[in-house]
């Protein structure tokens, strides 16, 4: 049974979550659910962690970015290696390394515009007129493959970017390799800096994927301006404070809310221009307030997409299945729950289907991985928007791989 490692640092930036698991090939040729193994998570350090704040911001120059990339690198590849040696491993038990990397700037599908394209328009016009996605995802994979000797694939957006797909969220493919054998709806969430909601269905065609608005990203801003914490830890600051109602509306009022799934958010939406806007315009409101409030805006965000596009399509859901770093703010798990249990709907942890919350987003990327050296279609257009089914990712042999030597 083939070991492989999954690697995730998300839009909220928290760590560097590396996960073993292992996977095999079932009898209708799509991957078995991955069996959890191990996992660790890492700090960014702190000379690389300012470096990536920086370009979230576009502050770094073309010459800073590329050695960051590089430098990323090495840290995947010194956590990747850390893990092995934790279990006994060698390079050579290894099937394959995947991971996203740290994406510093993505751009969601102008699907209006892309509608609006004819059939004279040129491959170029896609992106210099036509509002088709793309993105910008550090961490080079030669580097990772190089110091690991293992085949690495990562930059899985791109090609659903290319065929006007949104590329994000990317956990679909996962939940349909892991619930593809439930005989009733399965939806599941992930809670990072952005969160989103999928319909899980062994139906590939209706399948659904799309971001809800923000997860962790706005808390986790207001924390490290006004308190100097990295976040919300377990919630306590928001426990302590009382939402804001008309800040509330105001948020819920935001341009994102008018887009239909497929749709994707980044920090463009509710990143640190559009928090700190708030922060100065609300002051004199205690820090308490200020993040119970983000917390619930989180919480309603994802409400209101259950009921506005999933309900509809499984009535008789039961429960989601929720995962992502966010599940560990108690205060924010505490009140989606109880949002939801209002319409009959249980809030569960992905560690009842066994993956761990915190390591899910680490896993997708293993199964995609997986799935991307077998060439198996691994992205689902149902979900994104793509014009068809594809192979996604980049594929960097191992050094150990070379023939001719």
Not at 203 to 223: Q, Y
């Amino acid at each position: 049974m083939p070991y492989v490692i999954g690697l995730n640092s998300g839009s909220s930036f928290d760590g560097i979550d590396v996960v073993l698991c292992t996977i095999e090939v079932g009898a209708d040729s799509h991957p078995d659910p991955p069996k959890y193994i191990d996992a660790l998570t890492i700090d960014w350090p702190e000379e690389l962690r300012s470096l990536v704040v920086r370009a979230f911001e576009n502050e770094l120059t073309i010459f800073e970015l590329t050695r960051l990339n590089y430098a990323a690198g090495a840290i995947y590849a010194e956590a990747t290696n850390n893990l092995l040696a934790k279990n006994g491993l060698s390079a050579e038990d290894v099937d394959v390394i995947g991971y996203d990397g740290q994406t510093i700037y993505q751009e969601p599908p102008d699907r209006p515009k892309v509608a609006a394209m004819s059939e004279e328009s040129t491959l170029l016009d896609r992106w210099t007129k036509g509002g088709y996605p793309c993105g910008l995802f550090i961490v080079e994979s030669g580097v990772v493959a190089a110091l690991t000797n293992i085949t690495t694939v990562t930059q899985f957006r791109p090609v659903d970017h290319a065929l006007g797909g949104s590329g994000a969220p990317l956990m679909q493919y996962l939940d349909f390799i892991a619930f593809r054998g439930q005989d009733r709806p399965v939806v599941t969430l992930n809670i990072g800096g952005i969160a989103n909601l999928q319909l899980a269905s062994s139906e590939r065609s209706l399948m659904m994927a799309f971001d809800t608005g923000p997860g962790n990203v706005m808390i986790d801003h207001i924390m490290r301006g006004r308190l100097g914490r990295e976040y919300d830890k377990d919630g306590e600051t928001a426990a302590k404070g009382a939402v804001i109602e008309p800040l509330l509306e105001e948020l819920l009022g935001h341009e994102f809310f008018l887009r239909k799934p497929p749709r994707s958010a980044w920090r463009l939406d509710f990143g640190s221009a559009y928090a700190e806007d708030i922060l100065q315009r609300y002051a004199s409101a205690s820090t308490e307030d200020l993040v119970a409030t983000f917390t619930m805006f989180t919480a309603k965000s994802v409400e209101r997409a259950l009921v506005d596009f999933i309900l509809p399509k499984a009535p008789t859901l039961q429960e989601v299945v929720a995962s992502g770093g966010g599940t560990r703010n108690t205060t924010l798990f505490r009140w989606l729950g109880e949002r939801i249990a209002s319409h009959r709907v249980k809030l569960v942890l992905s560690d009842s289907y066994g993956m761990p919350a915190a390591y899910k987003e680490a896993i997708k990327f293993a199964t995609l991985a997986f799935a991307t050296k077998r060439e198996l279609a691994n992205n689902i257009p149902a979900a994104s928007g793509a014009e068809r089914f594809a192979v996604l990712g980049k594929l960097t042999l191992a050094p150990r791989l070379a023939k001719g030597v």
